[in-house]
């Protein structure tokens, strides 16, 4: 089965510009997490979703972040504008209900973002 | 807000030696997982421990989970320049929904 899949790997903008990240969690999950991820403050959960909806978002970290999902297979992070701050690798993770098991999370492998 | 701290933050050893991470809180977890993450990828599940006391093998590395379920440990005996990389425990609060609690991480370097 195809794992957790993210785009793009790297990206690379100027201040002020518009980024979005995208990501398709693995078939049959209904829990989908975005995380953001430096050297300062480890791994930050910033929003996440259950069954397209969005949960929790209480670690977005301004209104500048929006995140969105508008079905079982894609969800994307967006930023606008962009700041050097925002400079972190995002990852985005899924799961799915599971006796005994219900919070196993399952990463993709990360976007590098660079805002110059 | 429930917080998870891992201790040691930098672990570097020799091949063939043992050693032990620990993830302590005052909070009581449903679950705890460890992951493991290597540079340029995410993390990467290795266990998921739910029952107090609860002890499983996953080839050299131990975990066990403590018996009022606010600790873990990770054992890794005869460590391998493989088990190189970043250690994150994380848990599920009874009353936090889905949401992960996420420990600050062990980076281990094994050398050869």
């Known amino acids: 089965d195809a794992g957790v899949i993210q785009s793009p790997r790297h990206e690379v903008t100027e201040m002020g510009q518009e980024v979005t990240l995208r990501c398709k969690p693995i078939?049959?999950?209904?829990?989908l997490f975005w995380y953001r991820q430096t050297m300062m403050r480890g791994l930050e959960l910033l929003i996440y979703f259950n069954n397209n909806v969005p949960i929790d978002d209480s670690g977005m970290p301004e209104d500048r972040f929006s995140a969105k999902m508008p079905n079982a297979s894609f969800s994307t992070l967006k930023i606008q504008p962009s700041e050097p701050r925002d400079s972190a690798v995002y990852f985005c993770?899924?799961?799915?209900?599971?006796?005994?098991?219900?919070?196993?999370?399952?990463f993709g492998p990360g976007t590098r973002l660079t805002v110059t | 807000t429930q917080l998870l701290e891992q201790s040691p933050q930098f672990l570097s050893i020799q091949e063939g030696e043992n050693l032990t991470v620990y993830c302590n809180s005052s909070s009581v977890f449903s679950s705890l997982q460890w992951y493991r993450q290597e540079p340029g990828e995410g993390p990467v599940l290795l266990v998921t421990v739910v029952t107090g006391g609860e002890v499983k093998k996953l080839k050299r590395l131990t975990f066990q989970f403590g018996d009022a379920r606010k600790d873990s440990s990770l054992h890794i005996t005869a460590a391998q320049p493989g088990d190189t990389g970043l250690y994150l425990c994380a848990g599920a609060a009874e009353t936090s929904g889905s949401r992960l609690t996420f420990g600050e991480g062990t980076q281990l370097t094994v050398n050869p």
């Open positions: 078939s049959g999950h209904d829990y």
């Open positions: 993770a899924s799961s799915r209900l599971r006796t005994g098991a219900l919070y196993e999370q399952y």
